[in-house]
């Protein structure tokens, strides 16, 4: 079993910053794929970015060049950096995890964002 702790998360105002971070433990294999996705009220939850153990980052076309997803692999964490908020990234940010040893996935508890001035 795996439990991932996300913090971060908050009130800022349009253009502004806050950084994400999301903590694994228990169960943690040395290959991983984690990420956050969000999801505001009404809509599904989508991908926002993800990277691999190996430091391979994808990105979700509208936070390219704003976001940046970065990796701990000795404190088990993962980080989202998040610049020039806009309103429409309102959302509840999830962490997410995947181990291909064990295909298996894990979700946080959420971290609610608010952009609004």
């Known amino acids: 079993q795996v439990q991932l702790v996300e913090s971060g998360g908050g009130l800022v105002q349009p253009g502004g910053s806050l950084r994400l971070s999301c903590a694994a433990s228990g169960s943690i294999f040395r290959l991983y794929t984690m990420g956050w996705y969000r999801q505001a009220p009404g809509k599904q939850r989508d991908m926002v970015a993800k990277?691999?153990?190996?430091?391979?980052?994808y990105y979700v076309d509208s936070v390219k060049g704003r976001f940046t997803i970065s990796g701990d692999n000795v404190k088990n964490t993962v980080y989202l950096q998040m610049n020039s908020l806009k309103p429409e990234d309102t959302a509840v940010y999830y962490c997410n995890a995947y181990y291909p040893d064990t295909r298996m996935t894990y979700w946080g508890q959420g971290t609610q964002v608010t952009v609004s001035s």
């Open positions: 990277i691999t153990n190996g430091g391979s980052a």
